[in-house]
Every structure is written in structure tokens, then in C-alpha cells.
């Protein structure tokens, strides 16, 4: 009984402070729906982005993988501060000089329309069919192993644990949708900002428990056994049939951390409605710095589920996902399994709710605004942007307990994800490559809207051709998912480059596509919101209820974060030495 009350009440709880934090605004907009007017803190914007991302799937799913394979797959994790140190040097700072709500608004003004329209639909493929039902699936199974749901509901077999799946999904999908749809961008982002503190915490301490346990009560023994038993599993480098082959950190790895971290628009709208440039770049540094330690919170405590589980006599055959629930139930006490159960359908209700508000901003200010109906009123587009996430949310929830007959969810993911990835990071790195290295200018600018139409087409057929109808036609002929994915996405960089070789625009049409690219009304609105903002915060100031922070002045919209390089050199070295240590 217990644990139910502690969930309830956790629950409830995040969901009182957040309503208490958003109940009088007011949204006159639909921009200020889904960026919250531009004005979230640095650390409201780092909290967002690591709970985002920091899912149910991979406090479940990751771990799976932990116990599978061990650190292996950590470099999923540790790599990423780098696509976040490239996020907080270039691609932040070119979005942000080109005046852009949204990333894929800033490929309509670099390129055109329909490069604009197909790479939204890359990105809603992306949340419907990944990020969404993943979610919700690994919040699912870790529901029903810690409260033994199905067992309490007698529904045996496969289907009855499909029912079950299928119950939790829905119930949770709901909980959600009443936080994305009722109260915007603000509300998840608080709510993700309270359950990120509640995750961090509640993550840190099952090795710590885990540990203890191993050691009978003697944390650094517990460390010691685990080490001294399972040094394969204490190992980055992954052989050929892993998750992630040693070169494939060098091919396939980069697109699909560049696509999330540098392009993916649930993270970009994070970072982009931060109240200026600085709070965005600092946001991205600290989320990079924090990522470098997440395996042991989403990877470690795999691996001590495969030595506990070992010890007696367990052995999880077909999907790994059920481990780190297993594991909780073995060492945790039991009052606390209800507090448990509560930060992992908060991080299921963070990614859920992220991707249903982007997915919702996408189809509605870049496709139905665009294509239908360009004049529609505010209340038009809200209403449009509620049955979408109403139709989208159904479809996700539907689909997510069939990832229960994958044999591990996140393995899975990575095996499909190219096919959307490449093409997108394809177009954004040719679209944005525009600089001087040692006295020499290198630049796309020359790229005509046509390159990035072939690529759409190039790189997929590249991906589909070499993961399916390959080994299909040939066997033996199967190729690790991540050398696909980089494959397919150089492909389409090449495809880009010979495109322009021959179709280059002329230098009078490179000038007019520089000039419209610093053209947005919708940047003035933003940027007189922030003025009228930072100049209440200085009256605020006078009067000594605010801080006076350097960053909030009128004129540091659109000034880069001084520290950035620098933070960004430290995050890089920072992932590049714990790789190099655990090798």
C-alpha cells in the first residue's frame, strides 16, 4: 500500500508545483506555446534538455544493453558531449544569426520550401516512430515489474502482457498530453526540471544500493567484486557484433549524435527558447558536461543486474529490458519502490510530453501555417496544434507495447534510425559549413535548393539498399546498422557537393540567399519580448528582488557566451579521456 501512496503522492506533487509556476500566463501566441516566450534560465534549459533526452528508455533500455554487453554501450552517452560542444560553437550561434524558431525553418530560408517540408517530415517520423513509443514502452515494463501489475491482473502469456503494456501506455500517454497540450513548452519544461533533480538522484543511488549489496553493506567491496568479476563487461570497445563496433565510433556514431544533439528539433527547441544566445550556449555546454557521467546512472547499473541476477541463478533470455527493473526490486526497500516507480514515468512523461509539443509545433507553424493555411488566427493554430498531439499521442501509444517483441528497444531503435538521420544531418552540415581554416574559406553557400532535394532521395535508397535489400538478396551479406547510417549519410554529403559542382549558384544569387537569411519578423517580436523582459528584471532588480546577472542585459541577445569555446574544449576532452580510460 505504501508503495502506491508514494507514487501517487510524488506524482501529484510534480504536477501541483508546475501548475502553481504556469497557472496565470496567459499565451497570446502560438510562438509563445511552444518556445515559452524565449525566456527560460540556463539551468530550467539544461534540466529540460537532459531529461529530454535522459528517458525512460534509457534508465530501462540502456541498461538492458549494460547487461548485455556492459560499458559498451556507454559511448552512446560519453560521445555525445562532443555533438553538444559542436551544438554550443556552430550550429546554436548560425541558428541563432539567421534569426529561426525552429531548425527546419532555417533550411527554408538557406535552401527552399520543400527541403524545409521534407525535413519536417524526417523529424515527425523520428518522434512518432522512435522517441515517443520507446518512451513509453520502457516506462511501461519498468511499471509492471515493480508493482506486478500483470501478476496482480492474472493476465498471463504474451497477450496478457501486450494488455498490460497497452493499459500503462495509455494511462501515462494521458498524464502527458494534459501537461504538453494544457500548458505548453513552459509547463514540461518545469515539471522536466523538478523530475530531472528527482532522476539524478534517484539514478545515482541504485549502484550506490547496488554496491552495497554486492558487498554486503560495504560500498567500495561491493565496487571491488563487481570489477574483479565482470572486467569484460568494463570495457568500451565493442567487437564486431555489438551495439557499436570500435570504427563505427567514427562512421555511424557522429550522424546519428549529430542528428539528436545538433539538429533534432525536441532539443533545439529547448536550447532555442533560452531568453538570450548565452543562456542557450551555457545550457548546451552544461547538458554535454552532465552527459559525460550518465552512464553510471543509465549503464552501470546494467551490469551489476547481471552479476546479482547471475549470482542467483537468473538469467533473462530474448529482451534484456526487464533487468533494471529486476534489479530494483532486489535491492531497494520496498517503501521506497513507490518513488521509484514515480521518476521513471517522469522521465516517460518528459520525453513524451518533449516530442508531442515539438511534434505538435512542427505540423502545425511549419506545415499547416506554410502549405493550408498561411492567414489561420492564433485560435486556429491552437486548435490545430491540440488535435495533433491528440491524433499523434494515439498513434504512439498504440504502437508502443509492440516493442516488446524487439529483443532490446533502444538496439532496436539504432538498428532503423538511419534511414531519417543520414539525410537530415547530410543537409544541415552542407547547409551550414560556411568559415575560414588558416587563411582558407570553405563554404556550401554555392549549394542550390536542388542539392538537398537529391540527398532526400539519394541517402534513403542508400540506407534501404545496404541494410535490407542487401542481405536480403545475398546472404552473409548483412552490414552493422551503424556502418549503414554512415554510409548513407557521406552519401548524401557527396551527393550535395557533386550537385553543386555542377548547378552552383551564381554569386549574385549566393548574396540574396545571405541576405534573406538575416530577415524574420518574428526575430523582432522575439527580441522586443526579451527587452520588455530584462528591463522589468532591472526594475525588479532596483527594488532587490532580482539578481543583477550580466547575462539578462538588454544587450546580450544575441551575444555568444565567452566562455563557450572553452567550455566546449572541456566537455570534448572531458568524454574523450573516460573513453580512452575504459578501453
Known sequence: ?????SFFFITALVGAITYYFVRNDQYKTAEDFFLASRGLHWTVVTGSIMLTNLSAKHLVSTNGLGYKEGLVTAGWEVLSAIACALTAIHFLPTFWAAKVATTPEYLKKRFD???????CVFFLLGGILEEMPAAVYSGAVAFDQIFDVQKQLGWEGDWGKFAVLSVISWCTGLLGAIYSLV????????????????LFIAGLSVPILGFSYIGNGNISEGATILYSRNKGKFNMIGGPESTIPYPAIFVGMPVIQMYYWCMQQVVLQRILSARNLRHGQKATVAAGF????VPWIIVLPGIIAFHILREKGIVLSGNSDEAYPALLKIILPEWSMGLYGAVIIGAVLSTFNSNLNTIAQMVTMDIYKVLVEPDASEETLFKVARNVGIACGGFTLCLAPFFMFTPAAYAFLVSVNGLWNAPVVAIFVCATIDFSWFGCRISCNHLRPGAAHACSVVAPIVFTLLRWVLPACFEGATIHSLYVTGIAGISGILTMLVHGMFWPL????????LTLMQKDSDYEILRDSYLEMTEVDSQDADKGSVSDDVDDTPNAYDDPWTWANRGAAFITLLAILQFVWFH
Open 290 to 293: 552532465l552527459k559525460v557521467f
Open 183 to 198: 500548458g505548453g513548452l513552459k509547463a514540461v519544461a518545469i515539471s522536466d526540471t523538478i523530475n530531472g533533480v528527482g
Open 1 to 5: 500500500m505504501i508503495v502506491v501512496f
Open 113 to 119: 520550401q520543400r527541403t524545409y517540408t521534407t525535413v
Open 506 to 513: 551564381k554569386e549574385a544569387e549566393v548574396q540574396a540567399m
